[in-house]
């Protein structure tokens, strides 16, 4: 506590108050901080953008890259047939390989009145029937008013899931097979397709993206071949000269 004198009015006695005193001492400090200055947001927003543009290019070189893989070389052999594989690496390191998928076979409903004619005389239980109805439909048929005229709207029919698996599962030869003898039987409505197997990049155990940037350091991954990765011409180092 401290006092003051506090002079009121001239000629009069000065008033004695007290009051606490509040000291506030410095911050130690080393010496001034500098100002930490960050990325202005339009470089931000730039370095995003371009990255972007980079990943469509990057996406149509692959795709242009897995049709050349699709294609025939000029000896009229395929360059890639289903079933191959292409060990692939960076540097000395094996990061996976490229590989072609066996070709498989997709089950389709080709005609849906002939599949449905036999799946209702051979698994009438399999077959599931659908009714749509509008919001209005559906509030009349809750209260029951109309529901001689909801019964008699469209059903849309369907195949219970489990029961379309096992058809799908015996036309992996490429043929369909009667569900009940196991043999080759022709399904009325069914097609049958061959699928189009695409390559197919799969990365060895333990390689994540941070290898590349691993190799760039290393050299094993140069700015050369960067560029060429992305179709864009090779920097030129320019030295120092008189």
């Keep these: 506590m401290t006092t003051v004198l506090i002079e009121t009015i001239p000629g009069l006695e000065p008033v004695a108050v007290t009051r606490p005193v509040v000291v506030r001492w410095p911050r130690p400090t080393t010496g001034v901080r500098p100002r930490v200055v960050g990325p202005e947001r339009r470089d931000v927003a730039t370095r995003l953008a371009k990255r972007r543009?980079?990943?469509?290019?990057?996406?149509?070189l692959c795709t242009a890259d897995v049709a050349l893989l699709k294609s025939a070389r000029r000896d009229k052999k395929a360059w890639m047939c289903p079933g191959d594989d292409e060990s692939v690496f960076l540097g000395r390191d094996r990061i996976g390989y490229v590989g072609m998928p066996e070709t498989g076979y997709t089950l389709a409903i080709r005609d849906a009145d002939a599949f449905f004619e036999w799946m209702e005389d051979e698994y009438p239980t399999e077959v599931m029937w659908t009714v749509e109805l509008t919001s209005e439909q559906f509030l009349a048929f809750r209260d029951q008013k109309t529901s001689k005229a909801a019964a008699e709207l469209p059903a849309k029919p369907s195949v219970r899931p489990a029961f379309w698996k096992v058809l799908a599962e015996g036309a992996k030869t490429g043929q369909t097979v009667h569900p009940r003898t196991g043999e080759l039987f022709p399904i009325p409505g069914l097609a049958v397709n061959p699928t189009n197997p695409s390559p197919t990049f799969h990365k060895a155990p333990g390689i994540k993206?941070?290898?590349?940037?691993?190799?760039?350091?290393?050299?094993?991954?140069?700015?050369?071949?960067?560029?060429?990765?992305?179709?864009?011409?090779?920097?030129?180092?320019?030295?120092?000269?008189?």
């Design 53 to 60: 543009l980079l990943i469509e290019r990057l996406t149509d």
């Design 209 to 242: 993206h941070p290898r590349i940037a691993h190799a760039a350091h290393s050299g094993d991954l140069s700015p050369a071949e960067v560029a060429a990765l992305l179709d864009l011409p090779t920097p030129t180092v320019q030295t120092g000269g008189t």
